[in-house]
C-alpha cells in the first residue's frame, strides 16, 4: 500500500548505518565522550591537589597555579594526541616510535 501525496512512508528508514557499521560508529562517538570527562577530571583532581597542598604547607597559591597548568596541559596533550591521533592508530604496528616497530 502507498502512502498517499502528504502523507509519511509506512516503512522506517534506518537514521543511521546498519548493523556492525552503526556499532563501530557508536563506539567512537562514546570514545570521544570519555576523552571529555578524562580532560574535566583530570584538571579537577589536580586543582583540588593544590588546594590541598597549599593549605598542609601553606605556600598558597603555588601548588594550586603549578598543578592546575600541568593538568590542563597535560589534559590538552592527551585530548590532542586522541582526537587528532586516530589515523595513525589505523596506520598498524610499524608506526615510528612503536615497541617492536621498524622505524
Same mark, same amino acid.
Given at each position: ?18 548493523? &556492525?557499521?552503526?556499532?563501530? %560508529? ?16 583530570? =584538571?579537577? %583532581?589536580?586543582?583540588?591537589?593544590? =588546594?590541598?597542598? &597549599? ?31 586516530? &589515523? ?16
Amino acid at each position: 500500500m502507498q502512502a498517499a501525496v502528504g502523507q509519511l512512508p509506512l516503512e522506517r528508514i534506518p537514521a543511521t548505518f546498519p548493523g &556492525d557499521d552503526r556499532k563501530r %560508529v557508536e563506539a567512537k562517538y562514546l570514545r570521544f565522550a570519555g576523552v571529555g570527562v578524562q580532560y574535566a577530571l583530570t =584538571i579537577l %583532581v589536580l586543582t583540588l591537589a593544590g =588546594i590541598w597542598l &597549599d593549605n598542609k604547607f601553606e605556600t598558597s597559591p603555588l601548588f594550586l597555579v603549578v598543578l592546575l597548568l600541568l593538568g590542563f596541559v597535560g589534559a590538552t596533550w592527551v585530548l590532542v594526541r586522541e582526537v587528532l591521533g586516530e &589515523d595513525k592508530k589505523a596506520d598498524g604496528p610499524g608506526d615510528r616510535g612503536a615497541p617492536g616497530g621498524t622505524g
